[in-house]
């Protein structure tokens, strides 16, 4: 079955950074698109970045383009969130989602930023 387990959540000051992970099983991850979402208290989820299946392009939210880049290496079935300059407002539970008959989801990471 499909799995998606993300790591490498925590707590950082603002202006700290942070790398996320998220491991992937069960489906051919090099054929997929992956995207990282974020949902802040009291907030909709968010769509923050995305990448394509080989890896060769990117797409990010507003709010986090210049900070955050998203990557994936499918030797290893992982993509991965490197998120820089954080600021306060940055601090939500992380998510990475593939879609193909459904979409899936992992089970989150939290990331707080705070002084």
């Known amino acids: 079955q499909v799995q998606l387990v993300e790591s490498g959540g925590g707590s950082v000051q603002p202006g700290g950074s942070l790398r996320l992970s998220c491991a992937a099983s069960g489906f051919t991850f090099s054929m997929y698109g992956m995207s990282w979402y974020r949902r802040a208290p009291g907030k909709e989820r968010e769509l923050v970045a995305s990448v394509s299946s080989a890896g060769s392009s990117t797409t990010y939210a507003g709010s986090v383009k210049g900070r955050f880049t998203a990557s994936r290496d499918n030797a290893k079935n992982t993509m991965y969130l490197q998120m820089n300059s954080l600021k306060p407002e940055d601090t939500a539970v992380y998510y990475c989602?593939?879609?193909?008959?459904?979409?899936?989801w992992g089970q989150g990471t939290q990331v707080t930023v705070s002084s």
């Open positions: 989602n593939v879609w193909f008959d459904r979409n899936y």
